[in-house]
């Protein structure tokens, strides 16, 4: 099945302690991006990636750092988390620009 | 600036009735447009999308949007509304720059009366 795979789904974390949200696709795509998801706020974009080393900050970047190594695999990590970064997580790849995205399932992470 | 302004944060219809969700956009390049629905703790998923073709774009479920570049608006219309249609709803712009920047608007939770 073509999906875009996010893990974990859940994630409850300390203040500075590192982590990493993996996003895996098995479609071959080029393009991925990672959003976080705020009430209110829709959707804004973190960071994307067009191929494998090349990516670019989107709206929101502060905090986070991502790497894209292989085409499948696009983690997101946070190398000192806080409370102001607890939120909806989605992962998204594409084949092209213009197609449209497949989403992951997302992970809600908690900050405290 | 770019920008996406969805102009209602709610709106409330009653089975077998009209939908009318509203976007207009702002973008100093040629945009392409995109609507995505979110069910319940689910995850998005892609409506319908104009990328510089027919302006009048069809979708899933019935759903469909008009690009009307004079009013700078891409609205979703469904003709009856089914209680299977409630859920939140995103306009979506990509800025095709070269890049992949997308910007989304704030959503619009589509509730549906029996």
């Known amino acids: 099945e073509a999906q875009v795979t996010q893990n974990p789904r859940y994630l409850i974390t300390v203040t500075g302690k590192k982590l990493t949200v993996t996003c895996s696709q098995n479609m071959n795509h080029e393009y991925m991006s990672w959003y976080r998801q705020d009430p209110g706020l829709g959707l804004r974009q973190i960071y994307y990636?067009?191929?494998?080393?090349?990516?670019d900050k989107g709206d929101v970047p502060e905090g986070y750092k991502v790497s894209r190594k292989e085409k499948r695999n696009f983690p997101l990590i946070l190398e000192s988390p806080s409370p102001n970064q607890t939120s909806l997580y989605f992962c998204?790849?594409?084949?092209?620009?213009?197609?449209?995205?497949?989403f992951g399932s997302g992970t809600r992470l908690t900050v405290v | 600036a770019q920008s996406v302004t969805q102009l209602d944060s709610h709106v409330s219809v009653s089975e077998g009735t009209p939908v009318l969700l509203r976007c207009n956009y702002s973008s100093s390049y040629s945009p392409s447009l995109f609507w995505y629905v979110q069910h319940p703790n689910k995850g998005l998923q892609l409506l319908l999308k104009?990328?510089?073709?027919?302006?009048l774009v069809k979708g899933i479920n019935g759903f469909e949007a008009e690009f009307k570049k004079s009013e700078t608006s891409f609205h979703l219309t469904k003709p009856s509304a089914h209680m299977s249609d409630a859920a939140e709803y995103f306009c979506v712009v990509v800025l095709n720059t070269g890049g992949f920047k997308t910007i989304f608007g704030a959503g619009t939770r589509l509730f549906v009366k029996a």
């Open positions: 104009y990328t510089s073709a027919a302006t």
């Open positions: 990636s067009m191929n494998v080393e090349v990516t």
């Open positions: 998204a790849s594409s084949p092209r620009q213009n197609y449209g995205y497949t």
